[in-house]
């Protein structure tokens, strides 16, 4: 079992990772970050175009990516 970094988010980076690969222009891996007002917004814009996607995609593969709680979401725990 995995220790837990005071600050960091339970949420799975790796799945996180998946879902905005998969499901990016839809918000799915915002929902499942817990950011459901900016993941509605995604999913009406289809990801900004894409734009946002790729951006949160950015943020997910750096380490920055942050939950509703902004706590970082460790990417590659997991994995």
Not at 58 to 70: N, P, Q
């Amino acid at each position: 079992m995995e220790t837990q970094i005071p600050g960091e988010s339970p949420k799975n980076g790796g799945l996180m990772l998946v879902l905005c690969l998969l499901l990016g222009l839809f918000g799915a891996h915002r929902f499942y970050a817990g950011k459901t007002s900016s993941a509605v917004v995604q999913l009406l814009t289809l990801g900004g175009l894409g734009i946002w996607t790729l951006v949160d995609l950015l943020f997910i593969l750096f380490g920055e990516f942050t939950d509703a709680e902004g706590r970082k979401v460790n990417t590659w725990k997991g994995l």
